[in-house]
């Protein structure tokens, strides 16, 4: 190769410039200030991929997809903010270089969070879709054809959110478990629905879908519910019955006995049809019980509702406040059997005589003393020794009935008994007059129950208890054969003991009353044991009809006394104790003493309460009450008498007089209203204005205090503060 002689006219080749001499003191400087804005960039990194609040690396699934486009500027503008921060050119060189290294590490590791949050979400997407899908089914769960839309939706997502290719088996495994879990949410919802029906149909059409797992679980529900609707199919089929012929009267007792017949029959069908089969045989039985208990309620229910709607109307009064003396409607009349309207009609002839409705007449009344008139002429009728007359068998009910026994006839299942109570003493002198011979009465115990009392059973004595149907009015007597687990009384066995017992209301506070046949009760358990019954306290025992009768004594001659008559001699018997077994009782002293043993039962023995009241002075108020006149033609005494009435029928009557037993003497809301009456006519002392439009009145003989206020809706209260006046005083404002 030949020699290139550069010629003259070119210019020379420029040589690079030396190395820019730097003093020794200022690249120590440089080097200072470039490691100072590194060490600057690295931590500003540091909060945005780690540790700030919104750290990306902290972003998790689609959080952290939409954070990316964010934490990238954050990064490129971090690093240009540090660069421009460079004292020289020298510095910005070195400087740029390490910060572009550190840089491309934060993007690859940004990049590597993407990917992995990326498929977290898809996961999260997959995963929502299947609750979603599940939840639709459950919802959805009596239309098979949409549940089928969601479990193959879920199906299809479960293929595509797989991390395997769709035909792989671990995204067919994940495909197949999502559509049998939506069909399992649908399954499962339509059996705890009750939808049985639609639970065995969606089980059908999935049981080649599901898991080995869910078809695991879900098979023995399903059997029972195939059973269970077996069962259904079955028993409806059996007991569908004729329609009843038609009956104008609500006979209780006899359709309560035509459902217990039918039942039984379908008992009997049970047992023969599937004796080879014990479980489905046992689900029928449960379904049999369930339906005839079912109706059975039904019909006490209505029978109950009829009862009350006449006692409602017998004893409701009139709108101008006199007493009911109509006979029900006809929708109601005609649901009565014969005694039941004869019994109805009787109470309507004591309302129109001037007894208020739904308490007993107040001793001293006309209606009172009209009901002691006929009280012996029932008790003699009922003392006659013939037997097996009808006639003389519905006296001797009527006869019980003035004692506060009797119930209504048994076609009727009770549902009037107080009503006939009520009635007895006029129906028992009608009866007398036209049956000459009936069969003899039994005597009775009747133990009056504390008010609010909810126990289902009362000990009687020592082995002995009463158990009771509050809803039914039925009353069993039971006797403990056995000591229970190791002789704690706990799943003691109890037989029912021969001895007739229901649950009635007795005298003027309509108290609530175990009334016994004492006679079967001395033959069941035994004199001895009978005696230690009758002599528990809080026991009351009317009379036992004398074996001696007026006809078999010369005129005139006296009995002897402990003979059970009427005229025995009582001075030796205290005026406060219950009258023993045998003696004769009045129809007064018999609701004295049940009334008073209520009062002593339902009192609080250690609650703080206002002195004892007088009854004298209770009776001297009502009598200058009854003695007042009345003028028909002030409306301020209408007024005063309307709000007294009202206040005496509400929670003041209930809580004052009945449950803390504040008013002696008073036996019903007529009379309590009586001396409401007085003291707002006759107070001591009132306050008038007070807070709310409130009038009171206080009423020092009885330690009474009458709030007369227009926004209550009883008009006001009554009671006698434990303070006494001091009450009125200082705090009625």
């Not at 740029?96 to 590791?109: D, Q, S, W």
């Not at 990917?115 to 098979?144: F, I």
Request: glycine share 8%; no cysteine; hydrophobic share 35%.
């Amino acid at each position: 190769m030949a020699d290139f002689t550069w010629p003259d006219w070119l210019p020379a080749h420029a040589e690079p410039p030396p190395p820019e001499a730097v003093i020794a003191e200022f690249a120590q400087a440089d080097g200072t200030r470039e490691q100072q804005l590194n060490d600057q960039y690295l931590a500003g990194r540091r909060q945005i991929l780690s540790l700030g609040d919104n750290a990306y690396y902290r972003q998790q699934g689609e959080a952290a997809i939409h954070a990316t486009p964010t934490t990238i500027e954050a990064l490129r503008k971090l690093k240009d903010d540090t660069l421009a921060q460079a004292g020289n050119d020298r510095q910005h060189r070195t400087l740029a270089e390490r910060l572009e290294i550190h840089h491309g590490e934060a993007m690859r590791g940004l990049s590597r969070h993407l990917d992995e949050q990326g498929e977290a979400w898809k996961g999260a997407v997959a995963d929502n879709h299947l609750r979603s899908a599940e939840a639709e089914a459950a919802v959805n769960h009596n239309d098979p054809a949409l549940v089928s839309v969601h479990a193959n939706g879920a199906y299809n997502v479960g293929l595509r959110s797989a991390d395997e290719p769709p035909e792989s088996e671990a995204a067919l495994a994940r495909a197949t478990a999502a559509r049998s879990s939506v069909y399992r949410s649908a399954i499962e919802a339509a059996i705890s629905a009750g939808d049985n029906h639609s639970a065995i149909g969606l089980y059908d059409r999935a049981r080649d879908q599901l898991t080995p797992g869910d078809a695991g679980s879900l098979d023995p529900e399903i059997k029972i519910v195939n059973q269970t609707e077996t069962g259904r199919n079955y028993v409806l089929r059996i007991t569908a019955a004729e329609p009843p012929q038609a009956s104008v009267v609500f006979n209780a007792p006899k359709l309560l006995a035509d459902v217990d017949a039918a039942h039984r029959a379908a008992t009997a069908r049970n047992d023969a049809d599937w004796v080879d089969d014990p479980s489905q045989r046992a689900t029928n039985q449960h379904l049999i019980d369930v339906q005839f208990e079912a109706q059975k309620r039904d019909i006490e229910q209505a029978n109950a509702r009829l009862g009350k709607a006449v006692t409602d109307w017998v004893t409701r009064p009139r709108p101008d406040g006199s007493p009911q003396t109509d006979r029900p409607p006809p929708a109601l009349w005609k649901q009565l059997a014969p005694d039941e309207q004869q019994a109805v009609d009787a109470n309507l002839r004591l309302n129109a005589r001037g007894s208020f409705p739904a308490t007993e007449p107040a001793p001293g009344s006309e209606v009172y003393r009209q009901g002691e008139a006929d009280l012996p002429a029932a008790l003699a009728a009922a003392s006659a020794a013939t037997e097996g007359q009808s006639s003389g068998a519905a006296t001797a009910t009527a006869a019980a009935g003035a004692l506060g026994r009797a119930g209504s006839a048994a076609s009727t299942g009770g549902r009037l008994a107080g009503l006939a109570a009520r009635a007895a003493p006029v129906l028992a002198a009608g009866a007398a007059a036209a049956a000459p011979a009936v069969a003899v009465a039994a005597p009775l115990m009747l133990i009056p129950m504390p008010s609010g009392s909810s126990a289902s059973t009362i000990d009687l004595d020592d082995g002995l208890r009463a158990r009771m149907s509050s809803d039914q009015g039925t009353v069993e007597i039971e006797r403990r054969v056995d000591g229970g687990l190791l002789g704690t009384g706990i799943g003691a066995k109890w037989e029912r003991v021969p001895v007739d017992a229901k649950i009635d209301f007795v005298g003027p506070n309509r108290l609530r009353t175990i009334a016994i046949d004492t006679d079967q009760l001395q033959q069941a358990i035994g004199p001895e044991a009978a005696d230690q019954v009758m002599a528990k306290g809080g026991v009351v025992i009317p009379a036992r009809p004398s074996d001696e009768t007026d006809k078999d004594k010369p005129s005139g001659q006296k009995p002897k006394p402990g003979t059970g008559d009427k005229t025995e001699d009582k001075s030796q018997q205290p005026d406060d104790e219950p009258p023993p077994f045998g003696k004769a009782v009045t129809l007064a002293e018999t609701i004295r003493a049940t009334d008073e043993a209520a009062r002593a039962a339902r009192r609080p023995p250690d609650k703080k309460g206002p002195p004892p009241l007088d009854p004298a002075i209770v009776e001297d108020i009502l009598s200058k009450q009854r003695a007042q006149s009345f003028n028909e033609n002030d409306p301020e005494q209408h007024e005063t008498r309307r709000i007294a009435r009202n206040v005496s029928k509400g929670h003041a009557y209930d809580k004052h007089v009945m449950e803390q037993a504040e008013y002696p003497v008073i036996r019903s809301p007529e009379e309590f209203g009586e001396l409401i009456e007085y003291v707002m006519n006759n107070p001591t002392e009132k306050k008038a204005g007070l807070l709310g439009g409130r009038t009171a009145y206080w009423h020092d003989p009885s330690g009474t205090i009458v709030f007369r206020n227009p926004r209550h809706p009883d008009g006001g209260t009554v009671f006698r503060p434990s303070e006494g006046r001091a009450y009125f005083e200082t705090k009625v404002r």
